[in-house]
C-alpha cells in the first residue's frame, strides 16, 4: 500500500495563499483517490475535498470557492491550493490515499501544520 508524505505547510498571513502537496510512494497511485482534510485543536477532523470515483471533486463547505485538489499522476502527488486564508483555517492538513471500488479504511499522512496569523 502507499506511504503518503504531506509538504508545504507553515505560518502565513490573514488573506494570503499556500500550496500544499502530498507524495504517495510504494504502491500504484492510480489505485488511489485522493482527499485533504485537516483538524483544528479540540475539534474532530474535517473533510476539505475529496475525489469522487467519477472523477468530480467533493469540497467541505468550509473549502469551497476558497481551496483546490488537483493531482499529477507522473508524479504521484496530490495538491490542495488555498487562497483568501482566515485564522480558523488554522489546523494540521492531512491528505488520505482511498483504494478505488473498497470499502478499506483510507490511508493517512502524517500531516502538515498550516498556522495564520498576523
Known amino acids: 500500500q502507499v506511504q503518503l508524505v504531506e509538504s508545504g505547510g507553515g505560518l502565513v498571513e490573514p488573506g494570503g495563499s499556500l500550496k500544499l502537496s502530498c507524495v504517495a510512494s510504494?504502491?500504484?497511485?492510480?489505485?488511489?483517490?485522493m482527499g485533504w482534510y485537516r483538524q483544528a485543536p479540540g475539534k474532530q477532523r474535517e473533510l476539505l475535498a475529496r475525489e469522487l470515483s467519477g472523477g468530480k471533486i467533493n469540497y467541505g463547505d468550509d473549502a469551497k470557492g476558497r481551496f483546490t485538489l488537483s493531482r499529477d499522476n507522473a508524479k504521484n502527488t496530490v495538491y490542495l491550493q488555498m487562497n483568501n486564508l482566515k485564522s480558523d483555517d488554522t489546523a494540521v492538513y492531512y491528505c488520505a490515499a482511498f483504494e478505488r471500488w473498497s470499502t478499506v479504511p483510507p490511508i493517512w499522512g502524517q500531516g502538515t501544520q498550516v498556522t495564520i496569523s498576523s
Open positions: 510504494g504502491g500504484s497511485f492510480s489505485m488511489y483517490v
